[in-house]
């Protein structure tokens, strides 16, 4: 049987996947721990992967075409430094962001972005080092992959994070 859409139903019944988030109830609450986390662990297994690839194949003779490594670590020194401050930025108008919001969904909306976008931000810096390490051939430049680890550990969206996040919102319930 097939059914039948009238104008005036698609107005007013909501699609399946936009789910009424006005109630911030434990399953929401866990499905957005869970979305989150999936996405901090693939950004940063892919940073992972990536500097292990590049890190195999400088040692298989096949990086190192650069002459300019200098010009590359400092490039990679200023850009780590300003993608860390830019991610701490993020991370931290957040909290003062949070206090403004008027709902769980909101609120909700608003971690995710601006968790994702800092982790991206850093994890720019990362990559650049990683394509850096294979371009000049010299594995110091794989050291300014290690901030990007500390950040993604200190902003992991733990339950205790998430307990602080909801502590924050401005006018929930």
């Not at 869970?34 to 990086?63: D, K, P």
């Not at 972005?113 to 000049?136: D, Y």
């Not at 992959?145 to 006018?171: C, E, H, K, T």
Request: glycine letters at 6%; a positive charge.
């Amino acid at each position: 049987m097939r059914a039948i859409y009238r104008s005036n139903d698609l107005a007013t019944a909501s699609p399946r996947y936009l789910r009424d988030m006005e109630n911030s109830t434990q399953e929401q609450l866990a499905a957005d721990k869970r979305t989150l986390r999936i996405i901090w662990l693939a950004i940063v297994s892919g940073v992972v992967m990536l500097s292990a690839i590049m890190t195999f194949l400088l040692q298989s003779g096949a990086g190192g075409t650069v002459s300019q490594g200098n010009v590359f670590f400092t490039l990679n020194a200023a850009l780590n430094i300003a993608s860390i401050l830019l991610g701490f930025t993020i991370q931290r108008k957040l909290d003062a962001a949070l206090t403004f919001t008027k709902s769980y969904a909101e609120a909700a909306g608003l971690i995710r972005s601006r968790c994702i976008i800092s982790l991206a931000v850093v994890e720019a810096s990362a990559l650049f080092a990683a394509v850096a390490t294979f371009l000049t051939g010299d594995l110091l430049n794989l050291a300014f992959v290690v901030p990007f680890f500390a950040f993604s550990w200190l902003f992991f969206p733990s339950d205790s994070r998430f307990a602080y996040w909801q502590a924050m919102i401005g006018d929930e319930r």
